[in-house]
């Protein structure tokens, strides 16, 4: 289910939870992944256009066609490498000015992008030949610069058209998007809810419509998704895992420097309709969101490099570790079939980071029927709380008793982290039977994708109490750090190795 709608609201149809309150500029959002990747990418063209500018320019001009001096025909000269690196660096920050690098585009048109795009390199370029006027640099030749910039549009408007088309396939399944909420309940607020509702493509999920009742009294708010008053942004906030909230009303000037600041506090965005509130925002460019011109009046800053840190180690470390437990897995795979007639893998649906259902895979260490026999046994258990566990349960194997000692059972989840459901480092990824019991400050720990291991399974898997089980979750999401998981995966390599799992 590629869905995210999952974190029941009280008292009506279950839906998805949105960005907790509290973020403070937090690793939560998976739209703050996107410049990162996106800049790496314009470098890789830039680089890929100059190999095929070395490659054609000695073909045309010398009709000859030597890999050995290649590289020569532009590193002859000893600065060539410097005016390649200024040439990489006025394209990123003219193309970052343009906006092509935000956590939000400025327009929601490919052709826009594509065409600031084009622009960015031809500055790039025109600096690029200046700086070789200025210095009466012969050795680097013009056609050289041409075939470069010429190729480095191609290959930057290629990239960009990919990874535009890759976006809205994530979109429309649900992934990556922001969660949003209007703050009004006018025409205007209908309309844009609307035009959010119906273009996937937009990259949101409009979580529904916040009042504000001394300026909203008797509004006709038939067909409109109301989630709360404005007295309740911190609640809504943490219940919808807010993103941002976009005003489509005029307030008092009071009220909106409140919401500025109670944004600032919940790490979420706060745009408005442009021509409004100008005095607060008087040099915000102006954003699309569909056909809506929309200014920005706060913007959350997100720990972009660290979340990219640890999305990187996340792919790297667990392809190592597939690689190295291949032949464990496979003898593991052959005992389980040997042992007990049924699958060899157990797959549970869990609810990750924002309240997303994913399939959280696992080595089978129980009998095949053993979800049925848990509601038999549930006077048995021995956690407080929305936990389950029982001591000597008679539904595992004598194989799966071994691997869950050694941990060895949860070797499939780093297919999970290389799919990103999963992280290495995070809370335990919860069943949707405890999240339906959750009150409000537990949905803090689901800002953070869940995690192979975490803060509470080394410190206190034996713990029967539901508060520490919280408390050190929240923890983690409260002081992340690159550090933090270098430690947590430290010990987590202890408690495998003393069999202290259960």
């Not at 073909?59 to 000269?77: C, R």
């Not at 965005?269 to 699309?288: C, F, H, N, Q």
């Not at 869950?404 to 480092?425: A, C, H, I, T």
Request: net charge positive.
């Amino acid at each position: 289910m590629a869905t995210s709608e999952y974190i029941p609201v009280r008292g009506s149809a279950p839906r998805v939870a949105a960005k907790p309150s509290g973020a403070r500029g937090g690793f939560i959002q998976a739209s703050m992944l996107a410049p990162l990747p996106m800049l790496f990418s314009d470098v890789a063209s830039i680089l890929l256009a100059l190999c095929v500018a070395l490659v054609v320019r000695p073909m045309v001009v010398d009709d000859t066609f030597y890999f050995a001096d290649i590289w020569h025909s532009f590193g002859k000269a000893p600065v060539g490498l410097l005016y390649l690196a200024w040439f990489v660096l006025v394209y990123v920050l003219v193309a970052r000015g343009y906006g092509l690098y935000g956590q939000i585009l400025k327009s929601s048109s490919g052709q826009h992008e594509l065409r600031m795009t084009v622009q960015a390199c031809l500055v790039a370029a025109l600096l690029l030949c200046g700086a070789l006027f200025i210095v009466r640099d012969l050795a680097i030749s013009r056609f050289l610069v041409l075939i470069l910039t010429c190729s480095t549009m191609i290959f930057l408007c290629v990239s960009r058209t990919v990874c535009r088309a890759n976006r809205y396939r994530q979109y429309e399944r649900g992934l990556s998007t922001r969660h949003i909420a209007i703050l009004g309940a006018n025409q205007l607020s209908r309309d844009l809810g609307r035009q959010i509702s119906r273009e996937a493509r937009l990259g949101y999920t409009l979580r529904g419509y916040v009042l504000a009742p001394e300026s909203e009294r008797g509004s006709n708010t038939s067909g409109m998704q109301v989630i709360g008053e404005l007295s309740e942004l911190g609640r809504i906030a943490r219940k919808y895992f807010l993103d941002e909230i976009v005003i489509t009303e005029q307030y008092p000037i009071q009220t909106v420097v409140g919401i500025i600041k109670e944004a600032g506090r919940l790490g979420i965005d706060v745009r408005t309709l442009s021509g409004y509130y100008t005095d607060l925002a008087p040099y915000s460019g102006i954003e699309y969101l569909g056909y809506f011109p929309l200014v920005a009046l706060h913007r959350n800053t997100p720990r972009t490099i660290a979340v990219a840190l640890k999305r990187a180690g996340d792919i790297v470390l667990s392809l190592l570790a597939l690689i190295a437990a291949l032949p464990t897995m496979l003898a593991i795979a052959i005992a389980i079939r040997v042992e007990d007639p049924g699958p060899i893998f157990y797959t549970s649906d869990r609810i990750g980071r924002r309240g997303r259902i994913f399939p959280c895979f696992k080595f089978r260490t129980m009998v095949s029927n053993a979800d049925q026999l848990r509601k038999e046994m549930e006077s048995l258990n021995e956690r407080d709380g929305v936990l389950f566990k029982v001591k000597n349960d008679p539904r595992i194997t004598p194989l799966g008793r071994f691997l869950r000692k050694y941990s060895l059972d949860e070797l499939p989840q780093f297919f999970n982290v290389l799919r990103g459901e999963m992280s290495l480092v995070g809370p335990r990824p919860p069943l949707a039977s405890e999240v339906e019991k959750y009150e409000l400050e537990h949905l803090r720990r689901l800002e953070v994708p869940p995690g192979v291991t975490g803060l509470w399974q080394v410190q206190a898997r034996q713990d029967a109490s539901f508060e520490k089980y919280i408390a050190l979750d929240t923890a983690y999401v409260e002081n992340w750090s690159f550090w933090l998981d270098l430690k947590i995966l430290w010990r987590t390599a202890e408690v495998v190795l003393r069999g202290t799992g259960t």
